[in-house]
């Protein structure tokens, strides 16, 4: 959740840029859209990695995410090929402008459904098959520490030789309960309180005295107001900063799209590098910031949700938003992007596929990711004005 409010936001601060765009050119609109998927696959996902390549040679993740992420990506990208079909099948221009509009119109609407299904499918019906693997692995090391301070307190007991062999005692706790397991313990929400507050789901204190037979403790339901009022004033305060931040965002699109109309007149800057480079750039500077600082905290899924998920929301909803906005405002927005943006978007989306696959990954890969995109912004800057 902390992730889809942070690419929503970063998006919706896009969304008005696109639209302020939308009055002067569609070709710097459909750039953008373009180029945001590409800077958030190669530049904000292998910046992440290399930062988290500093924290541990090699970082795994979850694979049932990513698997999740590169299907809808393979969808994105055959959906957006489908227009330089029509182009390259027919002579007439005219006859291939009217099947590429009427394509795009239709097919948003496939791509908006399958978006929201994707939230269901997320969020609600297989919320489980995205659940880290490190929130078992923090859950075991919380456990595995509470065993050394309980075996390094506990008093020394000595037993005579006369007495029977310590296996062969009774049981002087025959009423106390048995340890509870790990996983009982993560589904019934317990230990919850001894997370770190990004990991934490809810608010419970523990019993510190350990159980006599070796057990965990016994909950206590009474919630830590104290903890509580802090977690909410942060989150009233961060998510009360990404609306302003947007807002103004989009208070700037206005003069940015004077500005850039009066520069692109003068031949400072073409549209190709502005959509495919600097707009990306500037609007998602949120997401690669977030990405990296979670990454280098060893925090791979995060960094992975935020950078594919944001690039996912960029072509299953932000695309067929403005295509359904320029069908409103009775402006010709279409997913036709010319040859050159075409063919970076897969090769970008086959590099990531290859690399996300096998479930772990390294600092290597990451610097792959940041020159294939290297690469892109020189090709893009070397496009005629």
Known sequence: MGALLNITTGNLAELAIFTTLMKGTIKVVQSSLL????????????????????????????????HA???LLNLTVSCLMIPNAFYGSLNDLKSADLMALNFSRAVSVILLAVYFLYLFFQL?????????????????????DRDINNQSTAPRVSISANLPRPEMQENPYPTSPSPVPLESQVE?????????????????????SP?????????KH?????YRHVVIANRT????????STGLIAICAEYFAASFAILNEQGVLGESFVGLIVIPIAGNVAENVTAVIVASKDQMDLAISVALGSAIQIGLLVAPVMVLIGWALDKPMTLHFDRFEIVTLIGASLLVSFIFLKGKTNYLEGAILCACFAAISVGAFLMPI
């Open 35 to 66: 180029g945001s998927i590409l800077v958030n696959l190669l530049l904000v996902l292998g910046s992440s990695i290399i930062a988290g390549g500093l924290k541990s040679p090699n970082q795994t993740y979850n694979s049932d995410l990513t």
């Open 211 to 219: 159980a006599p037979n070796g057990g965990y403790g016994t909950p």
């Open 188 to 208: 019934s929400g317990l230990l919850l309180d001894r997370l770190e507050p990004t990991e934490r789901s809810t608010s419970l204190s523990f019993n510190e």
């Open 69 to 71: 992420f590169v299907g």
């Open 124 to 144: 609600r019906s297989h919320a489980s098959l995205f659940r880290t693997p490190n929130f078992h692995r923090r859950f075991q090391s919380l456990i595995n």
């Open 237 to 244: 305060i961060s998510i009360g900063l990404l609306i302003l």
């Open 222 to 226: 009474a919630p830590c107001d104290c």
